[in-house]
């Protein structure tokens, strides 16, 4: 599908999305929301992406809302759960978490509010030495509760830090993001995408099934009330993977001391 904000350049079996308003430092638009929605909607039942990497075109992530569009425009959009702009810009988030592939964010430049956000929203953070990241929506008279800040923050770097970054919408520079487990690595910017590779080697390593079920089964851990509710999803997991045809290949595999041969499943 041809887009307008965003770039979806397809190689192999992963999606290299780039959010592409340089000019506005990838700022979120109106039909930014629009395209991400439609993207991240359809993923859910697309397995030819088995891995999407999100990255913004230029020297930004993404800067958040763009103010100016929003400012000037107040009309709402008849989407998001009767919430307007809100909702329909918090259906991303949802969509992004709902979506059984692993996302790898590559953050360089600011990261703000939204943009923050998306980047929460991501299963695997890589920062350039630029990044600097901050909740700015309380900078803006508004709550730092916002785009799932509040659920993901807390749960990446504990309420502390989260309590910090939320109250005072300071930014959180490359070096301390990576002190405080935010990010996987921090690299120069322009070694993001090489920095990339080896996650997504790795996990096309693993059998199609095993690496949907296991972003699935990690999301419903983390809220599990209870060691046997988790261990309910785990067994449940494994009954799913083990009746494929790859745990057998898995196995083989192994015991040969080669890589597998996995096939859709």
């Known amino acids: 599908m041809s887009y307008e904000t965003i770039l979806v350049e397809k190689l192999g079996q992963v999606d290299w999305l780039t959010l592409n308003r340089p000019e506005a430092m990838n700022a979120i638009s109106l039909g930014m929301v629009e395209e991400l929605n439609e993207y991240f909607g359809r993923l859910y039942n697309d397995g030819s992406?088995?891995?999407?990497?999100?990255?913004?075109?230029?020297?930004?992530?993404?800067?958040?809302?763009?103010?100016?569009?929003?400012s000037s425009d107040r009309g709402e959009v008849?989407?998001?759960?009767?919430?307007?702009f809100q909702g329909y810009l918090a259906d991303v988030y949802v969509k992004m978490r709902r979506c059984p592939q692993p996302i790898i964010s590559l953050v360089q430049g600011p990261a703000c509010g939204g943009g923050f956000a998306f980047v929460l929203a991501s299963d695997i953070r890589i920062a350039g030495e630029s990044a600097r990241m901050n909740a700015a929506f309380i900078k803006l008279g508004l709550s730092s509760c916002d785009m799932g800040v509040s659920y993901f923050l807390p749960r990446l770097v504990g309420t502390s830090v989260a309590s910090e970054l939320m109250l005072t919408g300071r930014f959180i520079h490359a070096p301390r993001a990576l002190a405080t487990g935010l990010v996987s690595q921090v690299v120069p910017d322009d070694k993001l995408a090489?920095?990339?590779?080896?996650?997504?080697?790795?996990m096309l390593a693993a059998s199609p099934r095993g690496l949907r079920m296991t972003k699935e089964g990690l999301n419903l851990a983390i809220d599990a009330p209870s060691l046997?509710?988790?261990?309910?999803?785990?067994?449940?997991?494994?009954?799913?993977?083990?009746?494929?045809?790859?745990?057998?290949?898995?196995m083989a595999a192994f015991l040969e001391k080669r890589k597998p041969n996995y096939v859709a499943d």
């Open 49 to 70: 992406v088995r891995i999407v990497v999100m990255r913004g075109a230029g020297k930004s992530f993404c800067a958040g809302l763009d103010i100016k569009e929003r």
């Open 78 to 84: 008849p989407f998001g759960g009767g919430f307007g």
């Open 194 to 202: 090489d920095a990339a590779q080896p996650y997504i080697d790795e």
């Open 228 to 250: 046997e509710a988790a261990m309910a999803i785990e067994n449940r997991n494994q009954l799913m993977t083990s009746s494929s045809p790859n745990f057998a290949e898995g």
